[in-house]
């Protein structure tokens, strides 16, 4: 009777693009909200690692210890995730929490030559903490549920497969991320007036603002329910993957405005025009949602470029205007100037991605005989 050794236990991690995708985008994102306003840098008058012997402030703030931590979860979530594909849990965690950490001393040493940036030993600290939860979260849930488990089985039974869908989600999370950003319109990316010297001098009365508003919406809604419709599988996939991300980006809208403003307001971005924009945006995307996928695509990149028209037309919201002038200072005005230039110029990548996405679809049609 011949024994046989036990089989090893099924590995559910692999590598995955979309992964490594978020990963880089988040890191990016990271480095330029530590180091923004990128200006006036300086030799410091002490030495650039002199807060790592400082000690423990004197005093410090609940809010930027809390988004410190949560600012680096995902990071230490999505490195975590990058290496399980490659290796051992505990090595993966042990990279991700030891990469997480040199990157917020790294940061924390060019803060020292910026003049409107403190270096902090607790910044370090903090941030850590935050890699080690995301690395704990990718560990816990990452290969049954993330990488090899039910999101993959689910991306791949109502979505197209390829790297095209892949940068989509990257896109899509991008988005998601603007709506943070308090001071713009519901939906409404692509503000680049303070690059537009003109001055229309057109004058709006109350309607016309209304129905600008609406405008702006309901074309952004439609174009990034447009370019999921173009990844996913079908009508009912592309309704409940459009259905999630509306009410993601809405709940991330209000968090916006209960945090960046004093006193909080969380219902800031709920107007009559954005109530009408969203309205008329699922009835202008609806219609035309189960097309032939160039023809989505081609209706994505039209309301996004209505959206950008409009965005860039209308004159400053006068609500949020009065409301900026008590805007919180620290760590969440350093954040909304992050998420003010990945909203400015986020139109801008959909349509590098959307011509990127009709290309691949030409390739596929069959060349007539």
């Known amino acids: ?28 994102l990271v480095v330029y909200a530590s180091l ?41 979530l999505l490195l975590t995730l990058l290496c399980m594909g490659r290796m051992p849990r505990w ?16 940061i924390e040493f060019a803060q020292a030559y ?22 704990a979260i990718a560990c816990v849930c ?3 549920w993330l990488l090899s ?30 709506q943070l950003n308090a001071e713009i319109w519901l939906f409404g990316n692509g503000n680049l007036r303070h690059l537009i010297p003109a001055n229309f001098g057109v004058r709006y009365s109350a309607d016309a603002y209304l129905l600008l508003e609406a405008g702006v919406a309901a074309l952004n809604f ?5 370019l999921t419709s173009a990844v996913a599988r079908s009508l009912p996939a592309a309704a409940v993957a459009v259905t999630a991300l509306t009410l993601t980006a809405l709940i991330l809208k209000t968090i916006a405005s209960m945090a960046l403003f004093v006193p909080g307001n969380p219902g800031l971005w709920l107007t009559p025009g954005s109530a009408l924009g969203l309205v008329a945006g699922v009835m202008l995307w609806l219609p035309l949602a189960s097309g032939r996928q160039g023809r989505v695509i081609v209706a994505s ?36 100037a992050m998420t003010d230039l990945l909203s400015s110029w986020w139109p801008f990548l959909a349509f590098a991605y959307l011509v990127f996405l009709m290309r691949g679809n030409n390739q596929k049609r069959p060349s007539p005989v």
């Open 149 to 178: 488990g039910e999101l993959r089985r689910l991306r791949e039974a109502h979505f197209r497969a390829g790297a095209r869908t892949d940068v989509a989600f990257v896109l899509l999370a991008l988005w998601l991320l603007t």
């Open 301 to 336: 990149t039209i309301c996004f470029a209505g959206g950008l028209f409009l965005v860039n037309l209308a004159p400053e919201n006068p609500y949020l205007v009065a409301a900026l002038q008590v805007l919180q200072r620290g760590q969440f005005l350093r954040f909304n």
């Open 114 to 135: 910026l003049p409107t940036r403190i270096a902090s030993i607790d910044d370090v600290l903090t941030n850590s903490i935050g890699t080690l939860a995301g690395a």
């Open 91 to 106: 090595v993966a965690v042990a990279l991700s929490l030891t990469a997480g950490a040199l990157l917020s001393l790294a």
């Open 36 to 76: 923004y306003p990128f200006a006036n840098w300086r030799v410091p008058n002490d030495e650039a690692a002199r807060f790592l012997f400082a000690g423990w402030p004197s005093y410090v703030v609940a809010s930027d210890v809390v988004l410190n931590i949560l600012a680096y979860t995902p990071l230490g």
């Open 142 to 144: 990452g290969e049954r």
């Open 1 to 28: 009777m011949s024994s046989s050794l036990p089989s090893p236990p099924a590995r559910y991690a692999r590598s995955s693009r979309l992964v490594a995708y978020l990963t880089v985008a988040y890191l990016l």
């Open 222 to 226: 439609a174009g990034v329910a447009f």
